[in-house]
């Protein structure tokens, strides 16, 4: 019988001694209540890996503090860093970020500095992009040495490259490319360095040059206007000019009209200035619309269906496509713009 008084007696120990476990009794109801055990007796005891926060014990519980001043690492351009208690410390508001979308935005630690650099791929077609404006609208020009851009409307104007030859008109396709004649020969150009690419010689001489809605050449002479293969430097006329009227400078088209300044005989009722004609579609007769009311409007910049004129006098004008009339905007200097594009 010993034996089994040795066990009841054990089975009473454990219940009436207490095992020994992982678990704290607490009063509940006035009975015993089992608990976690702390996490922790005292600071050592707690450390979340993270070099921002302040670890410490509470109430037998890890408690991490974030500090943001732990994230300073002294470099200007990181910016500002905060303390997160899940990932560290996180840099999410660079000093650099100027708001603009076609900016790119550098920055120069050496300096601690921000250098802002413009991106005109992030703006529409016939768009440059200012630092501080973003996207700002503007026409592609020239003069006999200059290649320029000129915003629109407001008409400030900008120096892009020298130009070598003697330039008669730009035009610009929609996708991007940019043509250029010098009477006989048609070029594809750079705008950033301004350099000319020959495409082919034309079988006579052109003043006027544009981008047809379909996608074609258009160009203007003397006496006619043509369609021109840019591979080959064919040229098929498709409309004349009436007897004592030749092209002026510059072809447009606005709202699917082509739209051609012209200069008129001395003498005709419309005196020296140059008149706005439209070509028909079918090639029939030219329409005169109205004088512009300036002499040699030798550049025509359709944006949108507004049209600009640039004149050898250095004047930007706004053209009623419905009247020809002109309407001086700015005095751009003593520039003779020779040809202009837009779109």
Known sequence: MTWRWLALFGLGCLAGCGARTDLAYVERDGGPVDAPAPECRDDDGCDDGLACTADRCAAGRCVAEPDDARCDDGLFCTGPGRCDVAAGCVFEDAPCDDGVACT??????????????????RCPLSHRCDLERGCVARALTHTTDELLEVDLPG???RVLAPVELGLTDLALHPDGVAYAISRRSLFELDEATGGLFWLADLAEPFVALDVHPDGSLVAAGERSVARVDPESGLVEPFARFPDGVSASGDIAFVRGRMLVTASETPGSPRGLDDVLYEVPPDGGPLVALGSVGSPCVWALAPFGETLYGFTCNGELLEIDPETGRGRRLRALGSRRFGGAAAR
Request: proline share 14%; aromatic share 0%; with cysteine.
């Open 104 to 121: 790119e935005d550098a920055c120069d630690e050496r300096l601690d500095a921000c250098t802002p650099r413009p991106r005109p791929d």
């Open 155 to 157: 008409g400030e104007v």
